[in-house]
């Protein structure tokens, strides 16, 4: 099993910036050094690796973590990062494989699931998303990002009351996500409960004025509602900051 990563918080003088790149080199002189035994070597390897991802140098993640995988085969949580590394450069097919790999060596590895999940969401495949999200949250129900995500999950689907309750379950532990309210009002709206989605959508916009996404809604809201007036003034308003808010907003089956 990948040995967790500690990002030791390293401020710069004037930057207040984490470090990564100090602690790639830490890791780098553990795996160079005579004095570590082989398996110092591979935890270094494979903590680099995940650095690695995590500063964007994906390339340089696959040849640290496919160097860990010749030696430890089993190691569930190195094929997760591996997966999310080829992800990162397009290469969907390879990651899955890495995900349905970890998940035949850990079933219940929730961050194999929840990547998976998001893979299956890419695709379109939403109902197999949910399954893999029920397995996770059913591992570690207090995980809000997998919470949302199948809320999001079930939006597409068209399960507006399922989103609804996901979206507040998500909202009992994580409050401010701004994201997960305005979805929240967004299914309110598609369910035609107007009250419910402008108190959500208002207060999505209060964390985030700039999020172009839930002003577009809270005009359909409106204007749907009555107020044409107001309703015209927020699509204008999403328009000035993204011009196709329209067209976006119509792929996730709002109108």
């Known amino acids: 099993m990948l040995v967790a990563v500690m990002l030791v918080p390293w401020v710069a003088q004037g930057q207040g910036v984490t470090n990564l790149d100090a602690q790639i080199s830490a890791r780098t002189r553990i795996i160079e050094s005579r004095q570590s035994t082989r398996d110092e070597q591979l935890d270094a390897q494979a903590e680099r690796g995940v650095l690695f991802r995590k500063t964007g140098r994906f390339d340089l993640a696959i040849v640290d973590l496919t160097e860990v995988l010749r030696s430890r085969p089993q190691a569930d949580d190195v094929l997760v990062e591996r997966g999310m590394a ?5 290469q969907p097919d390879a990651a899955m494989a890495d995900f349905d790999a970890a ?15 998001a893979e299956y969401r890419a695709r379109g495949r939403f109902a197999e998303a949910v399954r893999d999200l029920n397995r996770a949250i059913g591992v570690d129900p207090q995980d809000p990002w997998a919470v949302s995500e199948r809320g999001l999950d079930h939006f597409s689907l068209h399960e507006y009351g399922d989103a609804i309750v ?6 009992e532990l994580t409050p ?12 309110q709206y598609q369910l035609g409960h107007y009250d419910a989605a402008l108190a959500d959508l208002d207060r ?12 577009y809604i809270r005009g ?26 329209a067209a976006g907003v119509a792929k996730d089956g709002i109108r």
């Open 86 to 90: 080829l992800k990162a450069t397009q």
């Open 103 to 117: 998940l035949r060596i850990k079933a219940d590895n929730t961050n194999a699931l929840r990547q998976r999940a």
């Open 166 to 171: 996901d979206f507040s379950r998500a909202l």
């Open 176 to 187: 401010s996500s701004a994201w997960t309210i305005a979805f929240r009002g967004a299914a």
């Open 204 to 215: 999505a916009i209060e964390l985030d004025a700039f999020d172009p996404w839930p002003i």
């Open 220 to 245: 359909l809201v409106k204007r749907n509602a009555g107020d044409s007036q107001g309703g015209e003034a927020d699509l204008k308003a999403a328009l000035a900051i993204w011009p196709d808010a």
